[in-house]
Nanobody
Framework: VQLQASGGGLVQAGASLRLSCAAS??????VAWFRQAPGKEREFVAV????????YTTNSVKGRFSISKDNAKNTVYLQMNSLKPEDTAIYYC??????????????WGQGTQVTVSS
């Protein structure tokens, strides 16, 4: 499996962005989004099971962010609405067996920068 994240950019607070994670190859189990803000540790954002389609979003972004997938395009999306300056981070997608711990994910995309101005 190879991952390619895209869709980041510079937006104003309140705007929306949709990140994409193109996952090529076989044996996709779960795809998750993590983010790392400057000076902070990488944190879990959301995960979706490739086969079952079940998903989980961390409480801090629940109601604003949603994760989805398009099987035909082998792509996982992170829809981010009502963006806040504190959402500024590099966003990474990762593939693995699932869960919220980054240690469970062995394959990582290159990251895409999201910057939200106030």
């Amino acid at each position: 499996v190879q991952l390619q994240a895209s869709g980041g950019g510079l937006v104003q607070a309140g705007a929306s962005l949709r990140l994409s994670c193109a996952a090529s190859g076989q044996d996709k189990y779960a795809v998750a989004w993590f983010r790392q803000a400057p000076g902070k540790e990488r944190e879990f954002v959301a995960v979706i099971s490739w086969s079952a389609g079940t998903s989980y979003t961390t409480n801090s972004v629940k109601g604003r962010f949603s994760i989805s997938k398009d099987n035909a395009k082998n792509t996982v999306y992170l829809q981010m609405n009502s963006l806040k300056p504190e959402d500024t981070a590099i966003y990474y997608c990762a593939a693995g067996p699932g869960g919220t711990s980054q240690a469970r994910y062995t394959l990582w995309g290159q990251g895409t920068q999201v910057t939200v101005s106030s």
